[in-house]
């Protein structure tokens, strides 16, 4: 049988213009390729409620909506997707398959350029977007 493996583009961690760390591309990396899974501590809704709060008044958003039972707190136990930053215009997205957030490409990526996704909050949006300098979004 032919051997399946998940290749997994190279990305790294840098500062970014839109806000603290961000996370850029190495390579090319073509249009629905998965780049990184949403790691972190699953949590109940409830738990997340009680974080989400204790993170906010530092203005962090750390914990990712899984499915109504479960969110993903990558402030414990995560990796370098936490530091993905939102954009409104996103070049990735979040796909859930079996239990785990993807992040993938919604479009070929060049070298360099930083990966966003479009974080979809729900609650009290408190954080202006500043995915560009005319946004006027908030998180
Ligand atoms: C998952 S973290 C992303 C990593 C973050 N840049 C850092 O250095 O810790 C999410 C936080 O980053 C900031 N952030 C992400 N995207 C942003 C955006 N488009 N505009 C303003 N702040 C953003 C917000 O403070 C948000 O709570
Ligand atoms: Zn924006």
Do not use: Q
């Not at 780049?35 to 738990?47: Q, S, V």
């Not at 997340?48 to 750390?62: A, F, N, P």
């Amino acid at each position: 049988m032919a051997r399946r493996v998940l290749t997994i583009p190279r990305i790294e961690r840098r500062r970014s213009r839109v806000h603290g760390w961000g996370v850029f591309a190495c390579e090319p990396i073509s249009k629905n390729k998965r780049i990184i899974d949403y790691a972190g501590e699953k949590i109940t809704h409830k738990e997340s409620w009680k974080r989400e709060t204790r993170y906010l008044e530092r203005g962090h958003i750390w914990c990712f909506r899984l499915n109504n039972r479960w969110v993903v707190d990558g402030a414990v136990g995560g990796n370098v997707s936490r530091f993905i930053n939102h954009s409104c215009a996103p070049n990735c997205y979040a796909h859930v398959v079996d239990g785990t957030i993807w992040i993938r490409a919604a479009r070929t990526i060049a070298p360099g350029e930083e990966l966003t996704y479009n974080y979809h909050t729900d609650g009290e949006a408190t954080i202006p977007c500043r995915c560009r300098a005319d946004c006027d979004a908030k998180l």
